[in-house]
């Protein structure tokens, strides 16, 4: 399946790949809708749970939801309190997430521990995880930082608004 967010309608919408195309948007039915706050990040892990971000307001920073198979949303609320415009999301085998922040990227493990693997970044934007690394976009170009921690390095002097990784 292929799911991808409408932050207009607050929406994430799930499109059966075996079927017909092309499909008219206005046909579609939401496979999960909730009061997000214009939906932005998304992945999903082995299992297919998706976990989405929502954006920061100027009322209340953003958070991460999960949303099972049937469509059922939680909201994380030990991952609420995101900073950033509109963090972007990535998972690891471990099912450890990795988000942009502000210009931090953080790790967030299933035992909810927290850790900031790359800060001082240049407005960070695409990101994702491969081969125990995290690579992400940001000011300056598309660059690497080990999922552990530690310096960035500059892969290609440009920047991109969206980057996805080798295959896992």
Known sequence: NLYFVETNASA????????????QYSTLTPFAQDAFNDPGGLTHDAAGTL?????????ALGWISRIDTTGTVTDLTWWSGLEGSW????IDESDNLYL????????????????HIASGLNGP?????AMGCVFFSDDEGVKVVEA?????????????????????
Request: glycine share 8%; aromatic share 8%.
């Open 12 to 23: 994430i919408y799930m499109v059966d790949l075996n079927g017909p195309f092309p499909l």
């Open 51 to 59: 976990y989405i971000s929502s954006l920061e307001s100027d009322t």
């Open 87 to 90: 963090p972007t999301l990535t």
């Open 100 to 115: 942009v922040e502000t210009n931090d990227i953080t790790q967030i493990t299933q035992a909810q521990v927290n850790t």
């Open 125 to 129: 934007v695409g990101l994702d995880y």
């Open 148 to 168: 552990s921690g530690g310096t960035p390095s500059l892969l290609f002097d440009t920047s991109s608004l969206s980057i996805t990784g080798p295959t896992r």
